[in-house]
């Protein structure tokens, strides 16, 4: 028997739940000011979201952002990993397809939990109309 094929580069490590479950991300200054400047606002309760729609056929990209109004570095990072996972949650329900979307955490995410934060957001998409209503 031949040994079982190894998974190279990026993939080696990874389990086949997280390979696809990644999302694309904003990584440079500028899409997040183009979002800023010229992308429509939504204000939730935990998070202020910037959408961007893109006129290519580009996929969804986030951006999250956590300052130190939130908190120290643990707080920061926690706050951050609560909004990618709302966005993965979030991203199958988007109207458009071709946005950019960043997701900036406001002070009250530290003590809120995954559930509250995912319904919280997606009310406020839903009445910005950017998600499609189940």
Request: aromatic content about 4%.
């Amino acid at each position: 028997m031949s040994p079982a094929k190894q998974p190279s580069g990026a993939d080696r490590g990874r389990s086949a739940h997280a390979k696809r479950r990644r999302m694309r991300t904003l990584t440079h200054a500028w899409q997040f000011r183009r979002c800023y400047e010229s992308g429509k606002k939504l204000v939730a309760r935990h998070a202020v979201i910037f959408l961007h729609p893109v006129d290519t056929d580009e996929e969804t990209r986030v951006g999250v952002v956590a300052s130190r109004k939130v908190g120290g570095a643990v707080k920061r990072n926690r706050a951050k990993r609560l909004l990618r996972e709302t966005a993965r949650r979030i991203a199958p329900k988007w109207t458009d397809r071709h946005i950019w979307v960043v997701l900036v955490a406001k002070a009250s995410i530290v003590e809120a939990r995954a559930d509250e934060i995912e319904a919280d957001i997606e009310r406020a998409l839903i009445a910005g109309g950017e998600l499609d209503i189940e």
